[in-house]
């Protein structure tokens, strides 16, 4: 079903004078949702998704309650995606989404690895490792780059120091930047009186170039996967040679007239997503507050 209209009572918060009985449960609905999304990360504090503080502030499960029923949502917050849903445009992210995705472990040791892991099952690294493992051969260059970057999510800042982890240090400064919009130049001055600071094996990036270095590891392969420009339907799998929506019968690619791709010369699409299979663990680790300064 659609989400719009599954989800047609965010949007419906008034009967008359009264609030609508149906807006009240989904608000209820909304809050256990978060809730459980977040407990196990061990915070309280989830995004206030209100008109006013639209998912950019931080506040008690109550406070976010009262803002919501005050306020309402903010605009085209179908999908609760600053609250650890995923938004299912991937197929196989969904079919994740609906059977472990949501169930929250109980160990959060290693969130990062988690991630690396996740990263290797959405099918960014091209690899089965546990062949590689057993057979003692040297990996490919694929595998090669996960076992790269479950290092870094393992190794830890210094040793001794269990905290954080190079991987986890590198995506925070990169999303630290991204926040303040924070200047190349002032990113690795940053990181140069980090290196300086005790004790010297520390494992912080060098600079704003090896911490990208690193965090694109994650991200290998994303792609691209044209969908209907209404929104229907994604051109994927069995319905991935079709040339017009199977709901909407919009075309899938821009006339011959608008031109084709200068590149490639196939036709263009009118709308087109990229997708990362890492994305869902990481949003979720984006969603709570001790774990949000991360990738946007
Ligand atoms: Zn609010
Ligand atoms: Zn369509």
Known sequence: MDIRIQRGWMYNRMLGRDFNPEWLVGVNQFIEFAKSNIQSLGSRQIRCPCRKCKNKRYADYEEVHAHVLANG??????????????????????????????????????????????????????????????????????????????DAAQRPLYEGWNTQSELSLALQLMALKADYNMAHGCF???????????????????????????????????KKIDCCENGCMLYYKEDQHLTKCKFCKFERFKSSKLGRDKRTSKPVPHKRMHYLPLIPRLKRLYASPKSAPHIR
Request: glycine letters at 4%; a negative charge.
């Open 73 to 150: 949502f903010v605009a085209d917050y179908w999908y609760w995606t600053c609250h650890g849903e995923v938004q299912p445009y991937n197929l196989n992210t969904n079919i994740r989404a609906s059977s472990s995705d949501h169930i929250m472990e109980d160990e959060e040791d290693n969130r990062y690895e988690d991630v690396v892991y996740d990263a290797m099952r959405g099918g960014s690294f091209d690899c089965t490792v546990g062949d590689t493992m057993n057979a003692n051969i040297p990996p490919n260059a694929e595998a090669q780059k996960f076992y790269e970057i479950l």
């Open 188 to 222: 690795n001055r940053m990181t140069q009186i980090m290196k300086t600071l005790p004790p010297k094996e520390n494992l912080v990036p060098n600079d704003l170039y090896k911490a990208k270095k690193l965090v694109s590891k994650l991200g290998l392969s994303s």
